[in-house]
């Protein structure tokens, strides 16, 4: 398959991976901040293409992992309500809440419905006149779009049924909030292709100046991240600290201007509540004063005061580079993909579940 199988050549990736050798002369750490790429260097066991000495830490960009305990308490009590149809990606059923799950309110006569798209939401709004249909709209700046286009369309079809439980994330401010932090070790970050085919990188050039890092804008296949990784050392090597663009194949400069301006018809820029990692500045969106019809937090009144993660779940230091999933003394123990503690243990783009699922396998596989 073009644009896949040339990324997984064995051939080019033990060539990407002399070069590394090669350049590489002291210890360096770079985060890769997106969970896809997470477990494409998990899966592919790229860690093992590189120098010891260069260490790949992993990001909070996983929708799933951040969206915050007080949001999932928030869908819950929606979807417990006879009058609503509740939609969600898979993924976020078996996130734990602080007493239960999405997939336990389903269990218990809920009516929530896994979707692939928002649009499908607007569908069922429109099939279920007499019902509430609320859509989960979580995600970066990957998944914002769509879901701004399922709030105008239910807006232009005049639809009062729908609305949207919204918990969106952008990812410059929280690289920035990694690069400030005092024990930061992050000296270099891939940042996520997806993330800048839709918003471009713009953002990014300012970030790379202020905390002298050098930012890679980088694709998802095993020849993509190890080429990251090297333009990545390359500068670091050399004391540069540029944004450079990997994945031209697929991002442009200045991203997607329709995709952008359907974003900001919709969403304002707001403060974020990121699960395990706390408040950032300006990095969330939500629902414009024009669009608050489609708000479910303003429709249904909720009693629902944040509440602080007991679960000794350390997500929040995994995410922001600190630590690795294997560090966590619950990992494989008390958590574990059917039984999960965090978010990181189930969803498909979580460090945790990468580390359990491809880890695992590896050891297996070589006995
Ligand atoms: S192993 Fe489980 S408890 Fe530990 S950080 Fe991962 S998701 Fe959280």
Redesign the pocket.
């Known amino acids: 398959m073009k644009y896949l199988h040339e990324y997984r050549q064995r051939q080019s990736i033990e060539k990407i991976s002399a070069e590394i050798a090669r350049i590489t002369t002291r210890p360096w750490t770079i985060m890769e901040v997106c969970g896809g790429q997470t477990h494409a260097i998990v899966k592919y066991g790229l860690q093992q293409f590189l120098p010891q000495q260069v260490e790949l830490v992993h990001g909070p960009g996983c929708p799933v992992c951040v969206t915050s305990l007080e949001i999932i308490d928030k869908a819950i009590a929606i979807a417990a309500r006879p009058e609503v149809i509740f939609c969600s990606f898979g993924d976020m059923l078996r996130v734990p809440g602080s007493e239960r799950d999405l997939l336990a309110v389903k269990a218990g006569g809920g009516d929530i419905r896994t979707v692939y798209s928002p649009l499908h939401a607007v569908e069922l709004a429109q099939q279920n006149p007499d019902r509430e249909v609320v859509f989960f709209a979580i995600g970066f700046e990957t998944t914002a779009p769509a879901n701004a286009m399922a709030a105008f369309l239910a807006r232009k079809k005049g639809l009062r049924n729908l609305s949207l439980l919204v918990s969106h994330f952008l990812v410059p401010p929280a690289i920035e909030s990694i690069c400030s932090a005092a024990d930061s070790r992050v000296q270099g970050f891939l940042a996520a292709g997806h993330v800048c085919a839709i918003m471009g990188y713009e953002q990014y050039p300012p970030l790379a100046s202020k905390y002298r890092v050098p930012i890679v804008v980088t694709g998802f296949e095993p020849l993509d991240i190890l080429e990251g990784v090297m333009m990545c050392l390359r500068q670091l090597e050399q004391g540069c600290c540029s944004v450079e663009n990997q994945y031209a194949r697929a991002v442009e400069r200045r991203g997607n201007i329709p995709a952008q301006e359907m974003l900001e018809q919709v969403f304002d820029i707001a403060a974020q509540t990121w699960r395990g990692v706390g408040t950032i500045g300006a990095s969330g969106l939500r629902l414009r004063p024009e669009f608050a019809a489609f708000d479910a937090e303003k429709k249904f009144s909720l009693d629902i005061s944040p509440q602080i993660d007991s679960?000794?779940?350390?997500?929040g230091?995994?995410m922001q580079g600190q630590?690795k999933?294997c560090d966590?003394?619950?990992?494989?123990q008390?958590?574990r993909p059917e039984q999960?503690?965090?978010?990181?243990?189930?969803s498909s783009e979580?460090?945790?579940?990468a580390y359990?699922r491809y880890s695992r396998q590896v050891t297996a596989d070589e006995h």
């Open positions: 679960s000794g779940c350390i997500s230091q995994i630590k999933p966590c003394p619950h990992f494989g008390r958590c999960p503690l965090g978010a990181p243990m189930v979580g460090a945790c579940a359990y």
